[in-house]
């Protein structure tokens, strides 16, 4: 049994992915330990207890610098004997995380990566502005920066004539980064993925 947790600080919409695959039971041998959250007022935690995830806060405001922060977000998780770290929806920086978790953090990135890798802000209204006819989402493993490292699987979704930043992003997130989400967890936990350099192998 893989022991996750998963780590948010909004309104917790790519934890619900997790949760309904979960539910449905999608994902094989796997067991969402914890959800840890940077504030306790957010959606995100709500969901976890609806679901009878124990959810616990690790207040950023609490330490004095991101470095910190994330030994203690860290600590948590080594405490829980957690194996998989979800990403879902995570707004601070990961810090000693991913060096402790190495190829055991998995995320999503609301475009097809490496586009818009650089860019700061709403992603999708820069997609919008530059003319882009086809964007997608990203699931990834975590690098050591916390940045999109391997890449596991990618989805395109077209943009519409009459789309809006809001439209967009919604539907990114709907038709994107919610099944990638769930099925790059579901090919972790079924040991389909196998790294070779910085490619992601797929097994069948």
Same mark, same amino acid.
């Given at each position: 049994? $893989?022991?996750?947790?998963?780590? /948010?600080?909004?309104?917790?919409?790519?934890?619900?992915?997790?949760? !309904?695959?979960?539910? &449905?039971?999608?994902?094989?041998?796997?067991?969402?330990?914890?959800? $840890?959250? +940077?504030?306790?007022?957010?959606?995100?935690?709500?969901?976890?207890?609806?679901? @009878? *995830?124990?959810?616990? /806060? *690790? !207040?950023?405001?609490? &330490?004095?610098?991101?470095?910190?922060?994330?030994?203690?977000?860290?600590?948590?998780?080594? !405490?829980?004997?957690?194996?998989?770290?979800?990403?879902?929806? =995570?707004?601070?920086?990961?810090?000693?995380?991913? =060096?402790?978790?190495?190829?055991?953090? #998995? @995320? +999503? &990135?609301?475009?097809?990566?490496?586009?818009?890798? !650089?860019?700061?802000?709403?992603?999708?209204?820069?997609?919008?502005?530059?003319?882009?006819?086809?964007?997608?989402? +990203?699931?990834?493993?975590?690098?050591?920066?916390?940045? /999109? @490292?391997?890449? #596991?699987?990618?989805?395109?979704?077209? *943009?519409?004539?009459?789309?809006?930043?809001?439209?967009?992003?919604?539907? /990114?997130?709907?038709?994107?980064?919610?099944?990638?989400?769930?099925?790059?967890?579901?090919?972790?936990?079924?040991? %389909?993925? %196998?790294?070779?350099?910085?490619?992601? #192998? #797929?097994?069948?």
């Amino acid at each position: 049994m $893989i022991r996750a947790a998963a780590l /948010v600080s909004g309104d917790g919409a790519r934890l619900q992915a997790i949760l !309904d695959s979960m539910y &449905f039971k999608e994902i094989p041998d796997f067991e969402l330990v914890a959800v $840890i959250s +940077t504030a306790r007022d957010v959606y995100a935690m709500k969901r976890a207890l609806n679901a @009878g *995830v124990p959810a616990y /806060v *690790v !207040d950023p405001e609490l &330490f004095p610098n991101t470095t910190s922060h994330s030994m203690a977000v860290a600590n948590k998780l080594k !405490d829980m004997d957690i194996e998989l770290v979800i990403l879902a929806g =995570y707004d601070m920086p990961l810090g000693v995380i991913p =060096y402790q978790f190495k190829n055991r953090i #998995i @995320g +999503t &990135f609301p475009a097809l990566y490496p586009a818009f890798e !650089d860019e700061e802000g709403d992603i999708q209204r820069q997609v919008l502005e530059r003319g882009v006819k086809l964007t997608g989402a +990203t699931a990834y493993f975590a690098d050591g920066d916390g940045r /999109v @490292g391997s890449i #596991i699987l990618q989805r395109a979704v077209e *943009v519409l004539p009459d789309d809006t930043p809001d439209t967009l992003s919604r539907r /990114v997130l709907e038709e994107g980064e919610w099944r990638l989400l769930s099925q790059a967890v579901i090919l972790y936990c079924s040991h %389909k993925l %196998k790294i070779h350099g910085n490619r992601v #192998i #797929i097994e069948k």
